[in-house]
T-cell receptor, first 121, second 116 residues
Framework: GAVVSQHPSWVICKSGTSVKIECRSL??????MFWYRQFPKQSLMLMAT?????????EQGVEKDKFLINHASLTLSTLTVTSAHPEDSSFYIC?????????????????FGNGTRLTVT | AQKITQTQPGMFVQEKEAVTLDCTYD???????LFWYKQPSSGEMIFLIY??????QNATEGRYSLNFQKARKSANLVISASQLGDSAMYFC?????????????FGPGTSLSVIP
């Protein structure tokens, strides 16, 4: 159980275009999804926290107009990198957690998607 | 300020030997959770073990055990009987709070190499 699917697994786009990354919880209700970014040989840096039906909370230094997060349902959150530039090239990975009778219990670990490797040329 | 410290950027261990990966953390919360994740070169994040701040016993999961010393704010991971497949990045992480919506932050990681 607790499977998180993330698509695409890799994407190459031209500078100035936008890219959408999807994160789906397949067998549980994800009331909260977290988006992380990881540069090569570095740790995961939290970008934002999204709760179903409400606006995302962004970490300090993360541009909310550049990284648009939508969490419209209990099973889907999307991250859109707008007007991508080469410095946005990175590994983006989502994780999900939930509450309630159909979701994971408290204190449960984050369940991660397999990540998206974005390259902006 | 760095809330999670992993002082070993890289570690080597002989196959079948045990290895300890260090992690110290900083929080003023009374309720928190500590995690260890493994990230192989493929990039996926694999959950290994969890320790709650109120858990009195050290957590164990198969070959993984967590040496939790609350007063020292340390949560070291011990891997017993290392295998070649254990070669990967290892991240210590902390959730401040115990709810599933509380965010989880990660330490800088330790690269473990298992030598045959």
């Amino acid at each position: 159980g607790a499977v998180v699917s993330q698509h695409p697994s890799w994407v190459i786009c031209k500078s100035g275009t936008s890219v959408k990354i999807e994160c789906r919880s397949l067998d549980f209700q994800a009331t909260t999804m977290f988006w992380y970014r990881q540069f090569p040989k570095q740790s995961l840096m939290l970008m934002a926290t999204s709760n179903e039906g409400s606006k995302a909370t962004y970490e300090q230094g993360v541009e909310k107009d550049k990284f648009l997060i939508n969490h419209a349902s209990l099973t889907l959150s999307t991250l859109t990198v707008t007007s991508a530039h080469p410095e946005d090239s990175s590994f983006y990975i989502c994780s999900a957690s939930g509450q309630g009778p159909n979701s994971l219990p408290d204190n449960s670990p984050l369940h991660f998607g397999n990540g998206t490797r974005l390259t902006v040329t | 300020a760095q809330k999670i410290t992993q002082t070993q950027p890289g570690m080597f261990v002989q196959e079948k030997e045990a290895v300890t990966l260090d992690c110290t953390y900083d929080t003023s919360d009374q309720s928190y959770g500590l995690f260890w994740y493994k990230q192989p070169s493929s990039g996926e994040m694999i959950f290994l073990i969890y320790q709650g701040s109120y858990d009195e016993q050290n957590a164990t999961e198969g070959r993984y055990s967590l040496n939790f010393q609350k007063a020292r704010k340390s949560a070291n991971l011990v891997i017993s009987a290392s295998q070649l497949g254990d070669s990967a990045m290892y991240f210590c992480a902390m959730r401040e709070g115990v709810a599933s919506y509380d965010k989880v932050i990660f330490g800088p990681g330790t690269s473990l190499s298992v030598i045959p």
